[in-house]
């Protein structure tokens, strides 16, 4: 069995306790082991608070003013994506014709012990199997999504068969 969800929220800090709040009942009802639970939870709020403080100029377009959580347990294992109508990452490119690529984010250690912030992504790539940041197409906007491989409690209502 699989379940998704998709939430449009506003850029509010807010709005990163309900995310995170829904991730937490969707997997603890369907039987995922809490540590697993724990792990997805931190992530996805380390995504959000970026989309929240960096995903676009709320003073001039509604539509910046919003990000989008989309989350899918399927079988074995969970994703969860995180997009915002931001400025997305910054790219570099090899040439003309080569598509962009997002920089890849700063690792926990090379950030000051005493920094306010920059350890989100370096986070998420820690808690997660595989991450993938990069930029929509397009319009712009940051994407950050994430992958993890599930393990059920015993019994576990929705476990892969």
């Known amino acids: 069995m699989s379940i998704w969800w998709s939430l449009h929220l506003r850029r509010e ?14 997997m603890e009802t369907a039987g995922v082991d809490p540590d697993i639970c724990f792990d997805l939870s931190v992530a996805l709020s ?15 377009d509604d539509s910046r003013g919003a990000y989008r959580v989309t989350a899918y347990l399927d079988g074995e294992k969970c994703r969860i994506e995180v997009t915002d109508s ?17 920089r890849r984010p700063v690792p926990v250690a090379a950030v000051p012990y005493d920094a306010e912030s920059g350890r989100g992504l370096s986070l998420i790539e820690e808690l997660a199997d595989h991450v993938t940041i990069g930029n929509k197409p397009g319009r712009g906007g940051a994407v950050v999504s994430f992958d993890k491989i599930l393990k059920w409690q015993k019994g576990a209502p929705l476990m892969a068969v």
């Open 86 to 102: 931001g400025p997305g990452f910054p790219t570099t490119q090899a040439g003309p014709a080569a598509p962009e690529t997002a």
């Open 46 to 60: 380390e995504a959000c608070a970026n989309a929240v403080e960096h995903g676009g100029d709320t003073d001039h």
């Open 13 to 26: 800090a807010a709005s990163v306790p309900l995310a995170r709040r829904l991730l937490l009942g969707t």
